[in-house]
């Protein structure tokens, strides 16, 4: 019989998969990483005889929470990230802003950033990136607008990772930036 896929949601390291009219409820464990479950959830209803109704929650990503960090603290008021990354990576972002004057706060399984319309302040001490190239990167660029100096580090191997292009081009824009390492 065809299946009708309703939802599909991650209990643990099952996939929690709820079909037909009965509601039943299997589980199955995807023998793929989990970033490639959604795949395995299609390949499980690819034989259906009716395209499934599904609902698939895809996971957060550390590249784009710290994207949505970054806009939400350029923007003026508060804004809600729901569904965000925790890694170290938005950890060192998180700090990073909270350096910069931006509040960010956990509300459930929410993030309330509040952000500066643009206006940071001035840190009283280097901002550490940690391990996050995309933290060195962005912040670079939102050190553009504050109105003093801003140093940003990071690990031994961020210090390594070339970033000269990043100054030169805030550089041909008017901003006083350089690197100690290139």
Known sequence: PA????????????????QDARQRTTAMTPTLPSRFAPLALLALVG???????????????KSLTNRALVCSALAAGTSRLIGWLES?????????L????????????DLLVN???????????????RASG????????????VR??????????MRERPIQDL???????GVSARTVAG
Do not use: Q, Y
Not at 88 to 96: K, L, R
Not at 167 to 173: C, K, N
């Open 3 to 18: 299946m009708m896929l309703t939802t599909a949601t991650r209990a643990g390291d099952k996939w929690v998969i709820r």
């Open 47 to 61: 034989a259906c005889a009716s395209p499934p109704d599904a609902t698939v929650r895809i996971p957060g990503s």
């Open 88 to 96: 170290d990576d938005t950890a060192a972002m998180i700090d990073g």
């Open 98 to 109: 909270g350096r910069l004057g931006v509040t960010v706060e956990r509300e459930g399984s």
């Open 115 to 129: 952000g500066t319309g643009g206006e940071f302040a001035i840190p009283l001490h280097p901002i550490d990136c």
């Open 134 to 145: 995309t933290t060195m990167r962005f912040l670079a660029a939102c050190a553009a607008l």
């Open 148 to 157: 003093g100096r801003v140093v940003l580090d990071g690990v031994a191997r």
């Open 167 to 173: 100054a030169d081009a805030l550089t041909s824009l």
